[in-house]
């Protein structure tokens, strides 16, 4: 038997007025969730993110949470724990259709409980992943984008991305109002 996975419950409207969780500078160390989908290298690239993410805001911890599937949406109970542990999140990866999709969920599902939170997604899927933000109530949702694929990277690689990436994700997490680096 094949099980046809629809990313969007058809039987709820899309939220009216969902509005992103109100963005601030960190200036004390965060605790970071960090939502791996399960994918190939999901977890590797979202760890390193995390580690580069510290450069640009101070991270006292993080917690990696592993899902199930990655063609499922995290359900309230998961995002109550993840709220009660997390100031933000970020979770993928988007390499494919449905995965994409459910981490756009997960990242949406978080901002709406009022955790900043972004999603990572490869290059090949920004158009259908600002589709559905649309769907979901958040139009113009931002995307932390990577280059696809990321299963094929090596750990060097990886690094690098992240690397790159961290201070689009800080800027994600905290909003336009970065304060200077300084000196760690």
Known sequence: MIELV??????????AGLQPAARRA????????LI?????????????????LNTHIPVASSRLIAKGSASRVIDDEEVEAISAQADVVITGLGD??????????????????????TVVITDVFTRHIA??????????????????????KDAETL???????????ATQLQGEAVPPQRDR
């Open 6 to 15: 629809v990313p969007v419950l058809m039987d709820e409207p899309p939220p």
């Open 26 to 33: 960190f200036t004390k160390p965060i605790r970071v969730a």
């Open 36 to 52: 791996d989908n399960g994918k190939p290298k999901a977890r590797e690239l979202l760890e390193a993110i995390c580690k580069a």
């Open 96 to 117: 494919c259709g449905a995965c994409s999709a459910c981490s756009l969920g997960d990242a949406v599902k978080m901002e709406a409980a009022g955790i900043p939170a």
């Open 131 to 152: 589709s559905f933000a649309t769907t979901l109530g958040m139009p113009g949702y931002h995307a932390a984008v990577v280059p696809h694929p990321i299963y094929a």
């Open 159 to 169: 690094s690098q991305i992240a690397q790159e990436l961290a201070a689009v994700v």
